[in-house]
């Protein structure tokens, strides 16, 4: 499957292209409910993306293609998440899965699998898109 990128024309000199990073639903640890879960943390993503984020998040192990393109990650507007004492920065970036709102959160820990994207959004995105483990998705990011 080819790696779909659209380029953007907003201003003279100024471009801006949209990567689909695609993968499969698989379930995780419960560490990034735990994690959304924090005041602090809903806090900010409310602040920053602009939506109060369902308790959880989607785990997407990210195809082999779709891990080759993550560094055009770092070229997307994000947002830091400052942590409490004790806990691990991280980045959020706005993002759109099945068109629906949504970000990708990635804690900046050495041990993090590059193959995988965790995405919070307003809603249980399994529910409403009718997900399960092994189902294909897309998560589109501007950058």
């Not at 689909?20 to 879960?37: A, L, N």
């Not at 785990?59 to 997307?76: F, H």
């Not at 709102?101 to 995105?125: F, M, Q, R, T």
Request: proline share 6%.
């Amino acid at each position: 499957m080819a790696k779909r990128t659209k380029t953007i024309s907003l201003l003279e000199g100024c471009h801006l292209s949209e990567t689909v990073y695609k993968g499969t639903v698989f379930s995780g640890t419960g560490e990034g409910r735990k994690f959304i879960d924090l005041p602090w943390v809903k806090q900010q993503i409310q602040e920053k993306l602009g939506f109060t984020p369902y308790p959880g998040t989607l785990n997407i192990r990210l195809t082999r293609e779709s891990v080759l393109q993550k560094d055009k990650l770092e070229k997307a507007e994000k947002f830091e998440i400052k942590p409490e004492e004790g806990y691990c920065t991280g980045t959020l970036i706005k993002a759109r899965i099945d068109g629906l709102i949504c970000g990708v959160v990635s804690p900046k820990v050495p041990s993090y699998p590059k193959d995988k994207l965790e995405v919070v959004a307003p809603w249980n995105l399994r529910e409403r898109l009718k997900l399960a483990d092994g189902s294909k998705v897309g998560v589109t990011v501007t950058v």
